[in-house]
């Protein structure tokens, strides 16, 4: 079994555990469902394949639910792999995590995207803090509790490191995401002012990769943020191999983009 235990978070996510949870249930010795209220069988499905299931519910502050997860629940391993229900492991994933080292304090995960019924192989993917030790990394308290469109989970940001000799390292092999819900773009909808007053209040976490950070400041409430996501994704990381479903994500990603941008310019009084 691979030293580090699972934490999943939940929400009526029944559409897609079927699919995600076994694969983790054959390597791993250790997986926690932090479930909120779920009332579509999510508790069920997880009980019934042998994971345990905690119960959060948000009361609205701080902690939320990742940091309250590294607080509240008792893990097995002091190694955590935070990861969603719409996230899938592969085969190559695990027989690199089998292999690994741990020489780092924390690991950054990418994921590729599962869009159009299509699993893209190229294009921009995400690239998530999420394999790391508790006792190294923490989620910070912000500024975001009365923004509209703050949900209970951290918002689009990595956590912390607890001090400067933390290292961080990447994981080579992508996780699948492969959400069944179809929700995206509903989503997304509700993150735009989220992100859009985040900016302005220059209330995001600094981002523990400092290449990483300079350029988010740079991009975030830049106009030129969207086109240059969207050429980056779709020709500098060849997105338009993946054809019509590799077009249509970076297309839905620069839409999403500007929304942002053209929040931020409205609410300042810019047009």
């Keep these: 079994m691979i030293p580090v235990s699972v934490i999943i ?8 555990l079927p699919l995600a949870l076994p694969p983790r249930i054959k390597h791993f010795d250790d997986i926690i469902v932090v479930d909120s209220d779920s009332t579509d069988g ?61 020489s780092h304090d924390g690991y950054f ?50 956590p912390i490191p607890i001090n400067d000799i933390v290292t961080i390292g990447q994981i080579k092999s992508p996780i699948i995401h492969h959400d069944r819900k179809d929700n995206w773009q509903m989503r997304h909808d509700n993150y735009v ?6 900016t302005k209040r220059e209330a995001f976490p600094s981002d523990p990769i400092i290449w990483r950070e300079m350029v988010k400041t740079q991009l975030r409430s830049s106009y030129l943020r969207p086109i240059t996501l969207f050429l980056y994704s779709y020709i500098f990381k060849l997105g338009f191999l993946d054809g019509f479903a590799g077009f249509d994500y970076a297309r839905k990603r620069f839409n999403y983009t500007w929304r942002i ?11």
């Design 42 to 102: 999510t508790i069920q499905i997880a009980k019934s394949v042998g994971a345990r299931v905690e119960n959060f519910k948000w009361n609205g502050q701080y902690p939320k639910k990742k940091q309250w997860c590294l607080d509240h629940i008792k893990t097995k391993h002091d190694w955590i792999l935070m990861i969603d229900a719409d996230e899938i492991v592969t085969d190559k994933f695990i027989h690199e995590l089998y292999h690994l080292d741990f």
């Design 9 to 16: 978070m939940t929400k009526n996510e029944a559409a897609n």
């Design 109 to 158: 995960i990418k994921s590729d995207m599962v869009w159009c019924g299509r699993h893209l192989k190229f294009g921009q993917k995400n690239n998530k803090l999420c394999l790391h030790k508790k006792s190294c990394f923490h989620y910070p308290v912000i500024d975001d509790l009365d923004i509209q469109g703050g949900w209970e989970v951290e918002g689009h940001y990595q």
């Design 193 to 198: 002012m989220w992100e859009a007053e985040m």
């Design 261 to 271: 941008v053209r929040a931020i310019r409205q609410t300042n009084g810019k047009r």
